[in-house]
């Protein structure tokens, strides 16, 4: 198995190009205050398409949205028909909506799910053509319409995002653009109160995991560490009063952190979303559940990582600079067991049989130049080996004994 690390002392101050929401609204009623940020940004008159999740739509949490957009002279009209993670129907109704309305501008209220159709939509809104050909040339120069979202989980960072996804036959499409990352964001602690406490949880390990995995990312650079960190500290400070005790404020930090995660993903994600993806693929499990099941047994695949590195990982999840990775791993499993989220395979209905298949599924759908330690089919199924009972303890053992030179 080989090492994927730079040396030690080649902490990349910055890999990759650095994107950020070139405005970011904050607090309670920001959400109210999207339309006029719109209308400074130089938005034409006419009609904004708001993209919006059912429960949320249902909710009356789209008011405050949609009520600042006609108070700044637009003409909101909602499409709130996402219902769980986008597929491509759903996607190619909604830009069908938005390009029959001559959307302005799109808007995007909701989990990831209703927001990355939102990113979607604006593409829609300006590139005509059959999804699967808009999507195939989405890049660096794809041009969307004037974007603005707004969260109402607690986790997928997606308003600070290059990335939209929707699946298609059950497999997840990953379409990435600048253009994505949108003019606007808004954290409105007003829209989580009432998240059902496991969504809190849920959503909230997958921030979790955005800021861990961007911090073992190749591709990370002191920015993304910074914020990563910050966000990753955060969310073990808060999640248990958030998803458990269903505190407000710890809440509204929560909305905080997966924003800060999700500005850490310019580093990108690493073997826990690809084995996360697989899973849910495989047990119909939400993205965040998936993804927390997952980071516990990246981190003890990880291995060779710059000290400093691990330093910062260790202050945020374990309270102090002295622990090491599988420490981490073990700290990581038992909050998400407090939690009340699946820590085995076997509690979501995954056996011994499909473990090979699983292993084949994550190294060749989605491989990852940028972890730690390259991915191989042999150490990540022996990994799936242990998850299936989910002793993370043994998977740590098991993978120190192949460290890299
Ligand atoms: N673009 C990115 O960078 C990025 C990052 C991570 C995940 N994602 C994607 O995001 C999706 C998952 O998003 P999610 O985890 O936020 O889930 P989600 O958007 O599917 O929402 C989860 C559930 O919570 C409900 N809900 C949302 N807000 C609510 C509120 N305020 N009150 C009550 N109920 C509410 C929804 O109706 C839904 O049932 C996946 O498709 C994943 O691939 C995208």
């Known amino acids: 198995v080989e090492s994927n690390e730079p040396p030690s002392d080649a902490l990349p101050v910055a890999a990759r190009d650095f994107l950020a929401p070139r405005l970011l609204l904050s607090g309670t009623g920001s959400s109210a205050r999207i339309g006029q940020a719109l209308r400074d940004a130089g938005t034409r008159d006419g009609n904004v398409v708001v993209v919006a999740d059912r429960v949320v739509s249902e909710a009356g949490l789209l008011d405050a949205t949609v009520g600042g957009l006609a108070n700044a002279g637009f003409s909101p009209l909602v499409f709130g028909g996402v219902a769980g993670e ?36 604006a593409l829609l809104a300006v590139t005509g053509g059959e999804l699967t050909d808009v999507v195939a040339g989405a890049g660096p120069g794809s041009h969307v319409a004037p974007l603005a979202l707004v969260p109402t989980t607690t986790g997928t960072g997606s308003e600070a995002t290059r990335i939209a996804m929707f699946s298609v036959g059950g497999r997840k499409r ?35 995991a955005h800021a861990i995995e961007s911090i073992l990312s190749r591709t990370r650079s002191s920015l993304t560490i910074a914020l990563a960190a910050d966000a990753a500290e955060l969310v073990i400070a ?138 191989d089919e042999e150490r990540v199924r022996r990994l799936l080996g242990f998850m299936l009972e989910g002793d993370v303890e043994g998977a740590c053992a098991a993978m120190a004994e192949a460290v890299p030179a």
């Open 86 to 121: 986008p597929d491509a129907q759903l996607v190619r109704d909604a830009g069908e909506f938005a390009r029959r309305h001559g959307a302005a501008a799109v808007v995007g209220v909701g989990g990831g799910s209703s927001l990355d159709t939102a990113k979607l939509v």
């Open 174 to 208: 990953i379409v990435n653009s600048p253009a994505f990352v949108p003019l606007v964001a808004a954290l409105d602690p007003q829209l989580v109160t009432g998240l059902p406490g496991p969504v809190v949880a849920a959503t909230g390990m997958d921030a979790l």
């Open 238 to 375: 808060e999640i248990e009063a958030a998803a458990i005790g269903e505190a407000a404020d710890a809440r509204g930090r929560m909305l905080f952190a997966a924003y800060l995660a999700g500005l850490g993903l310019n580093a990108g994600v690493v073997l826990g979303h690809s084995i996360g993806y697989v899973l849910a693929r495989r047990a119909h499990l939400a993205h965040g559940v998936s993804c927390s099941l997952a980071l516990p047994y990246c981190v003890a695949y990880a291995r060779s990582v710059d000290p400093h590195v691990v330093a910062r990982i260790s202050l945020a999840v374990c309270g102090e600079v002295g622990s090491d990775l599988d420490d981490c791993a073990v700290a990581i499993e038992q909050l998400a067991r407090r939690l009340g989220l699946p820590v085995s395979l076997q509690e979501v209905g995954i056996g011994a049989a499909d473990l090979d298949e699983l292993a084949v599924e994550v190294v060749r759908d989605y491989p990852r130049p940028n972890n730690p330690v390259a991915l």
